[in-house]
């Protein structure tokens, strides 16, 4: 359900809405965005942000697919299957190096233990 939810969704943004490829990612990336800060605030409830966070996940990766490989004609960047996927092994490979470097940061750290000065 959450798929065919999400997947119409992405359609929607993408074709029907006037936002386009890049418009529909964007829509969506600051959606998620906004979920992220709300987990911060205990307005409402973590399950909830969760389910809206995993539906939403389909028509970014719908719209940010379709803006790397269509046509420049159609609002896309052309890039093709390899491309495309070239940049998102790319992006997903900076993130995990952004990651590790925060681990690395907060290893040998001991916040609750804290000596006075």
Known sequence: MSNTLGTSMGDFLSDSSGLGYLGGALLVTGVLAVLVVLMKVPVVPNVLLFWIAFVLTRPLGATAGDF???????????????G??????????GLMV?????ERRTEGQN???QRAG
Request: without cysteine; charged residues 10%; glycine residues 12%.
């Open 68 to 82: 790397l490989t269509k046509p420049v004609a159609k609002g896309g960047l052309d890039l093709g299957t390899a």
């Open 98 to 102: 952004y990651a590790h470097m925060g």
């Open 111 to 113: 916040p609750v233990i």
């Open 84 to 93: 495309s996927s070239a940049v998102l092994l790319a992006v997903l490979f």
